[in-house]
Nanobody, 123 residues
Framework: QVQLVESGGGLVQAGGSLRLSCAAS????????MGWFRQAPGKEREFVAA????????YYADSVKGRFTISRDNAKNTVYLQMNSLKPEDTAVYYC????????????????WGQGTQVTVSS
């Protein structure tokens, strides 16, 4: 089992920045591909970003490319999502996910999920 706990959400004005963190425990963090997803009210959950076990490969949804950066610190068992130039349409609950397979993370079928952290961007 892997337990994931997100933090860092909050209320920010459009154009501002936030950094989300996801702390993992339970199994060897460096074995897992990590991802971030989000779900806005009335919408389906959508992929935001993914990072490989070493951190050497990343992948982003077009809607966040150039504004968001995913990173990880395997020594701290933590994955981050730096969000810059935030827009009202980025408002959502953000979830982190973990799986040993890249395709499952990107597809949104990862084995492990956190409880989410709310991000609200005001205009």
């Amino acid at each position: 089992q892997v337990q994931l706990v997100e933090s860092g959400g909050g209320l920010v004005q459009a154009g501002g920045s936030l950094r989300l963190s996801c702390a993992a425990s339970g199994r060897t963090f460096s074995f897992y591909v990590m991802g971030w997803f989000r779900q806005a009210p009335g919408k389906e959950r959508e992929f935001v970003a993914a990072i490989s076990v070493s951190g050497g490969s990343t992948y982003y949804a077009d809607s966040v490319k150039g504004r968001f950066t995913i990173s990880r610190d395997n020594a701290k068992n933590t994955v981050y999502l730096q969000m810059n130039s935030l827009k009202p349409e980025d408002t959502a609950v953000y979830y982190c996910a973990a799986d040993q397979r890249w395709t499952r993370v990107v597809a949104g079928t990862a084995d492990y999920w956190g409880q989410g952290t709310q991000v609200t961007v005001s205009s």
